[in-house]
Each structure stands twice: as structure tokens, then as C-alpha cells.
């Protein structure tokens, strides 16, 4: 009788090497999503040779800074988390990558994760039909959930304490999202604009300490 022994990451079921092997072979990166009991995080990986490289990465606890105060392991979260790092992709201009979830099964979370990051611009294969709807992204399920037990104050205190102990009623989930998704979209857009103003000032500086040379020359 011949005794195999498989990898630790095959019994753990974290890596497919299969998978693992056409990623290094066609040199294109890839995004990997883990979802934890507290949270979740998200990262751009690029396969060399020598060892994969993270050109990007995003966790959860990073939505606190744009006043997330929701769950940070919930659809809705997934959904920004990958925002957020489709957002730091474009910014390092990585334009196209594809989801590796090794020999994990595929949940509803990583799919939001997997919208974030492609309403965020980043471009991935997939079918439109295995994503969440947008109610559920906007975590309208949950808002429904909190006014049904409403009616009974004990258990509503009860079920959604972690909410309510940081400010936020679960009845405004939707429209708390909306807020921060636009905080991360536009937090972009204020960097774009402070980074274009500073290469300006700098182009309009070294042009004018051109022509006082030049001025200066000619004397």
C-alpha cells in the first residue's frame, strides 16, 4: 500500500495548484478575497517567479476612515471593500486582473466584492448572474430585517447592539452606504485633483526659474 501525502494549503483548502500554475504561465494577476468572522480583506496579487507580489490591498478596518459604521463582514462591506480596491488598482494603473479563490467555494460575499471591483473599473471575467442584486448591496434586506423587530425592543437592541453602539440605525443602512460609497469614490477624485495641482505649480516654478537664468545669461 503507497501512502500520498498532499500539501498542507490542498488539505486547508486554500490553494489550487492547477489553478496556481496558468496564473504564473499567463502572468496575469489576480485578485484573492478572504472572509473572516470579523472581517474581510481583499488583495491585487501579481505571480512572479520569485514569489507572488501584492500591488494592492484593502481591509475592512479601512472603511472605518470614509465613517463606515456597519458590519465589516457583511455583503454590503464586501461591496466597498472591493470598491476600495479597484480604486487603488486604477491608481497604480492596473486595469484587468481575474478572481483566484483557490479550492474555496464561491459565497454571495466574494461575488460583492467582485461588483465592487468591477464598478470601480477594474475589468474581470465573470456572468452578471452570479452577482448579488442591488438591494442587497445596498444592504436593504437588513434595513427590512430591523424594522420587522421593531415591534419587540428587546430583541431588536439585542440583534443589532453592534449597530446601534456605533451611531447607526439599521432602518438607514441604505442610505448610510450610499454615503460612504460616494466617500470613497469621490476621496479619488480629491487626490486626482491635489496631485494635478501640484504638477502644475511645479512645471509653472521650473519655467520661471528658466527664464530668470536665461534673463540672467543675457546680462
Not at 37 to 44: E, H, T, V
Not at 162 to 171: A, K, R, T
Not at 191 to 197: G, N
Request: charged share 30%; aromatic share 6%; hydrophobic share 30%.
Amino acid at each position: 500500500m503507497v501512502y500520498t501525502s498532499t500539501f498542507r494549503r490542498i488539505r486547508e483548502r486554500k490553494t489550487n495548484y492547477r489553478k496556481r500554475e496558468k496564473l504564473l504561465v499567463g502572468k496575469k494577476d489576480f485578485v484573492t478575497v478572504n472572509v473572516s468572522d470579523q472581517n474581510i480583506s481583499a488583495q491585487l496579487i501579481r505571480p512572479e517567479l520569485l514569489g507572488d507580489k501584492v500591488m494592492a490591498s484593502v481591509h475592512s478596518n479601512e472603511l472605518l476612515s470614509y465613517g463606515w459604521k456597519g458590519s465589516r463582514k457583511n455583503i454590503p462591506s464586501c461591496y466597498l471593500v472591493g470598491l476600495l480596491l479597484g480604486k487603488k488598482c486604477l491608481q497604480k494603473k492596473i486595469s484587468s486582473a481575474i478572481l483566484y479563490i483557490g479550492k474555496r467555494h464561491f459565497t454571495t460575499k466574494i461575488a460583492a466584492c467582485l461588483k465592487g471591483l468591477s464598478e470601480a473599473g477594474l475589468e474581470l471575467p465573470f456572468s452578471e448572474s452570479i452577482l448579488p442584486s442591488e438591494d442587497r448591496i445596498q444592504g436593504n434586506h437588513i434595513a427590512d430585517y430591523a424594522k420587522k423587530l421593531k415591534a419587540n425592543d428587546d430583541v431588536y437592541k439585542s440583534r443589532f447592539s453592534s449597530n446601534l453602539g456605533s451611531g447607526l440605525e439599521p432602518e438607514k443602512y441604505p442610505s448610510h452606504f450610499s454615503e460612504v460609497k460616494d466617500k470613497i469614490i469621490h476621496d479619488k477624485a480629491e487626490k486626482e485633483k491635489e496631485s494635478e495641482k501640484t504638477t502644475k505649480t511645479t512645471i509653472k516654478s521650473k519655467s520661471k526659474s528658466k527664464l530668470s537664468k536665461k534673463k540672467g545669461d543675457s546680462k
